[in-house]
């Protein structure tokens, strides 16, 4: 069992900056990937970024990639998703998500666990 919370979020202006942390409680979220997905009102909940759970490798959403970066410290039980150049198209509720086994997926459909969600909003 995996318990996930989110923080971080908040409002920003557009260009800004904004750091995401999903802190995890249970003893083996180091062997857990783990993603983020956003949902912004009226549509669906869409892949925003994955990571191995050694970190070896991550998986960017085209929309995102260049602008932000997933980290994982397996130490602190904690994943961040760090969002530079922000745009209002980027608002949205973001939830992070662990997945059994090592590697990641773009599919929330493979993801076991949930946060509540933080939610994110660029002002224009």
Not at 11 to 31: D, F, I, K, M
């Amino acid at each position: 069992q995996v318990q996930l919370e989110e923080s971080g979020g908040g409002l920003v202006q557009a260009g800004g900056s904004l750091r995401l942390s999903c802190a995890a409680s249970g003893r083996t979220y180091s062997s857990y990937a783990m993603g983020w997905f956003r949902q912004a009102p009226g549509k669906e909940r869409e892949f925003v970024v994955a990571i191995t759970a050694s970190s070896s490798s991550t998986y960017y959403a085209e929309s995102v990639k260049g602008r932000f970066t997933i980290s994982r410290d397996n130490a602190k039980n904690t994943v961040y998703l760090q969002m530079n150049s922000l745009k209002p198209e980027d608002t949205a509720v973001y939830y992070c998500a662990a997945k059994r086994g090592t590697f990641y997926s773009g599919r929330s459909r493979d993801y076991d666990y949930w946060g509540q969600g933080t939610q994110v909003t660029v002002s224009s």
